[in-house]
């Protein structure tokens, strides 16, 4: 149980274009959804939390028009990289809590985005 | 403010050897504490956590870790490394109301044959 899944996987993009990563939970309703960077050999970095049918709490530092985020159900959330730079190319991990214990939160397996 | 410190960004031990990996924590409130393991391309998986229960947590995969107030301090342990536990393992804290994490920068375990 608890499984997290992120698509893609992986994506080579050109600079300029929007890519979009989605976030499922699949075995459990998610009222909260976090999306973390994580740059080479460096820790996760909060980017932001989504809870389901509202707006996206982003951490400072973090463009929420560059990084668009939208949980519409208990089970999916996405996360839009619009107008996509080379500096962008980053690991994205989300997670997924149904908000039973706290800390609870299971990991989906990243999206390695690669901007040209 | 709230933080992780993991010493070590690195730590090689021989198979069959001790593994101990650091991590120590600031936090104002009583602290919830989390291991996490990232193989190569790969999300997190929880090892264990300290939610103010008992001090000293088992984990997955014969990992352990105990909780000391006094050193503020979160270290994981596993008596004998094996070949599969070479991995990037993370400490984290839980902050804030809605749950999210605070990690450490992480510790690369290396496992010599």
């Known amino acids: 149980g608890a499984v997290v899944s992120q698509h893609p996987s992986r994506v080579i993009c050109k600079s300029g274009t929007s890519v979009k990563i989605e976030c499922r939970s699949l075995?459990?309703?998610?009222?909260?959804m976090f999306w973390y960077r994580q740059f080479p050999k460096q820790s996760l970095m909060l980017m932001a939390t989504?809870?389901?049918?509202?707006?996206?709490?982003?951490e400072q530092g973090v463009e929420k028009d560059k990084f668009l985020i939208n949980h519409a159900s208990l089970t999916l959330s996405t996360l839009t990289v619009t107008s996509a730079h080379p500096e962008d190319s980053s690991f994205y991990i989300c997670s997924a809590s149904p908000g039973l214990a706290a800390g609870e939160q299971f990991f989906g397996p990243g999206t390695r985005l690669t901007v040209l | 403010a709230q933080s992780v410190t993991q010493l070590g960004s690195h730590v090689s031990v021989s198979e069959g050897a001790l593994v101990l990996l650091r991590c120590n924590y600031s936090?104002?409130?009583?602290?919830?504490l989390f291991w996490y393991v990232q193989y190569p391309n790969q999300g997190l998986q929880l090892l264990l956590k300290?939610?103010?229960?008992?001090?000293l947590v088992k984990g997955i995969n014969g990992f352990e870790a105990e909780f000391k107030k006094s050193e503020t301090s979160f270290h994981l342990t596993k008596p004998s490394a094996h070949m599969s536990d070479a991995a990037e393992y993370f400490c984290a804290l839980l902050e804030g109301s809605q749950g999210n994490l605070i990690f450490g920068k992480g510790t690369k375990l290396s496992v010599k044959p």
């Open positions: 989504s809870n389901e049918g509202s707006k996206a709490t982003y």
């Open positions: 075995d459990f309703q998610a009222t909260t």
């Open positions: 300290y939610t103010s229960a008992a001090t």
């Open positions: 936090s104002s409130v009583p602290p919830y």
